[in-house]
């Protein structure tokens, strides 16, 4: 397997549907929302097995001191190649310069993860969000 990594947001409203869809996450619903959010992003990273699309990882930053990373994520059948790490690693080298790179993972078995990457967990933080569905 030779993947590609391309930070770009070259990538078509279909491509992205079906990424997102691939890990059933709610906003893949929603492709043309999506795309408009993912075009405006301040970083996008793809990875690509030739032609598809098969891992994405998207930060928001304020251009000097935080960068919130939302969004990695990997097709099932890609998963366990260490594309997500790659994915990370390439985004934290990106902001090695910023006081912070903040992260908000939504599943707690994916906390491990981040962990073995650097992430620590807030002694006081606690995750909130509103959700407009």
């Not at 409203?13 to 059933?24: H, P």
């Not at 999506?34 to 891992?55: F, N, Q």
Request: no cysteine; glycine share 6%; charged share 25%.
């Amino acid at each position: 397997m030779n993947i590609e990594y391309r930070e770009t947001k070259d990538f078509t409203e279909k491509e992205i549907e079906e990424l997102f869809l691939s890990v059933n996450w709610l906003s893949g619903k929603y492709p043309s929302r999506l795309i408009k959010a993912l075009k405006s992003s301040s970083l996008v990273i793809t990875a690509w097995d030739g032609s598809k699309l098969v891992g994405l990882i998207r930060a928001l930053d304020d251009g000097e001191m935080v960068a919130f990373l939302h969004y990695l994520l990997v097709r099932p059948d890609y998963q366990g190649n260490g594309i997500a790490a790659q994915l990370l690693t390439i985004t934290k080298k990106r902001y090695k310069d910023y006081l912070y790179i903040n992260i908000m993972p939504d599943e707690r078995q994916n906390i491990s993860f981040y962990q073995r990457h650097g992430f620590t967990l807030l002694d006081d933080g606690a995750a909130m969000q509103i959700r407009h569905l």
